[in-house]
């Protein structure tokens, strides 16, 4: 018998087993280069809640007659929306204030009236890190009330997601131990020590939650939104190479 009708019985009984003995996927046994050695893949996922956020929102004002004007209303919102979030017990260091800008509105020439400025423009953006995701929806009710014009996005992320990893990478060792024995078991060899691991894992994206000032936050008596922040996939996949 070839190499190649060899390779091919030996996949076919490998997948007749995986089958019978019922063992989970993904699944990865390859000889290596290095003689006399497996590999063997596991995987695992937990679901976690995230724990802090980063809200982004918006300052514009529009139609001012001058730079000075412009800059006034800007640094007056920005004031009250600093105050505001101090009172939510929000630290200093976690508002950033940027991307401060002025500049004008030119009008064109036409058959009445020559080109020109028509008016100025300013925008500030404001970044707030929210360390207790409860007072978001209090948060976003007195932005709005503070005058921000828009409300560009709540992102959820877990501040610490290593706890997390070194839990789920446990689970994909044990997953893959657990792999490796029933494939032992099953073709009759015996697994040596275990030479080497690798492991590639994943936490879940932030979770964006976008919305403006005409979303019906609680303004005037308007009910408050509800945010939630739901759930971030954190998963692990680890190879273990077994000494043969």
């Not at 800059?71 to 940027?98: F, H, M, P, Y």
């Not at 007072?135 to 503070?146: E, Y």
């Amino acid at each position: 018998m070839n190499q190649g009708m060899k390779l091919l019985l030996g996949t076919f009984l490998l997948l007749v087993l995986v089958k019978l003995l019922n063992i989970s996927y993904p699944i990865s046994i390859v000889t290596t280069t290095r003689s006399g050695e497996l590999s063997v893949v596991g995987e695992a996922s937990l679901e976690a809640v995230p724990d802090i956020a980063n809200v982004e929102a918006s300052i514009s004002v529009v139609n001012g007659r001058s730079t000075e004007e412009v800059q006034g209303k800007i640094n007056s919102i920005n004031n009250t929306i600093l105050n505001e979030v101090k009172k939510l017990g929000i630290a200093k260091e976690d508002v950033r204030t940027s991307n401060y800008s002025i500049y004008p509105e030119r009008e064109y020439a036409t058959e009445l009236k020559e080109a020109g400025i028509g008016g100025y423009t300013g925008n500030a953006y404001i970044s707030i890190k929210v360390r207790n995701i409860n007072n978001i929806p209090t948060l976003l009710n007195a932005l709005t009330k503070a005058g921000a014009n828009q409300i560009q996005g709540v992102r959820y992320s877990i501040e610490k997601p290593e706890k997390y990893r070194e839990q789920v990478r446990n689970m994909a060792i044990a997953n893959a131990k657990e792999q490796a024995q029933k494939l032992s078991k099953a073709l009759g060899i015996r697994l040596g020590r275990i030479t080497n691991i690798i492991e590639s894992n994943t936490g879940g994206n932030p979770v964006p939650y976008f919305a403006d000032k005409a979303t019906g936050m609680s303004v005037g008596g308007v009910p408050e939104i509800n945010v939630e922040p739901g759930t971030q996939t954190v998963s692990s996949t680890v190879t273990l190479f077994f000494e043969k």
